[in-house]
């Protein structure tokens, strides 16, 4: 289905934000018609409306710095695009990531998620030959196994081995982990729902007062 996209309340455009799809940042700001929304589409490359010069131009066109588009979305009043991309190059004239003159560096913290998914889908599919697939076929109680004894790996390298070891097998510990969380229906996202909560101030407060009030029933 088409998407529709109310192109009239600002004279024929709208804003298109344009994001990177993998690092989440926000890259700049441009503004579409409906021609080049339609070429956006049909070719991949994020093409824009100048309102200076008062034509199309395809990002990349002159500079080779393209942005490859992986989708769009339209706001709630259907006047605002959401552009995710795969930036190829700097995106900002001036030479910079974005044009706030950010670096548009990837967090690895968000791979944990990408990580997650990965196993879940080996969760799902389970394809021969894959050793993910292979730990649950074990079960729960070898998967539990396993992370206790990358856990036992891990302190060795804490207390004996060196830095670049204490990551490997940190490494392996979580990736364990994420193994177990997803055999019993759980995320990584959800051990660290729980660490944020106990970074509030009163985490413990409130967690003895709920504990109270379950004693008391």
């Not at 093409?47 to 979305?73: A, D, H, M, P």
Request: hydrophobic letters at 35%; a negative charge; aromatic letters at 6%.
């Amino acid at each position: 289905m088409e998407m529709e996209i109310d192109f009239e309340k600002m004279g024929g455009l709208v804003p298109a934000i344009i994001q990177d799809a993998v690092t989440k940042n926000v890259l700049m700001l441009g503004f579409m018609n409906k021609e080049a929304y339609e070429k956006t589409i049909a070719t991949k490359k994020v093409t824009f409306w100048s309102r200076s010069r008062n034509c199309l131009w395809t990002k990349g066109e002159t500079s080779g710095n393209y942005l490859n588009l992986v989708s769009i979305q339209n706001d709630c009043d259907k006047d605002t695009l959401l552009v995710k991309v795969h930036p190829q190059g700097p995106t900002c004239h001036k030479g910079t990531d974005t044009c706030w003159g950010e670096d548009n560096t990837l967090n690895p913290i968000l791979f944990l998620s990408e990580l997650q998914d990965f196993i879940n889908k080996r969760h799902e599919e389970m394809p021969e030959g894959s050793y993910t697939t292979s730990l649950f076929q074990k079960g729960v109680n070898k998967m539990a196994q396993k992370v206790g004894e990358e856990a036992v790996e891990t302190i060795i390298e804490a207390t004996n081995g060196n830095d670049e070891k204490l990551v490997y097998e940190s490494s392996d510990l979580l990736y364990h982990l994420i193994v177990l969380l997803t055999s019993k229906k759980l995320r990584i996202e959800d051990v660290a729902k729980e660490l944020q909560m106990r970074h509030d101030p009163e985490w413990d407060k409130k967690r003895r007062t709920a504990k109270s009030k379950g004693e008391m029933k």
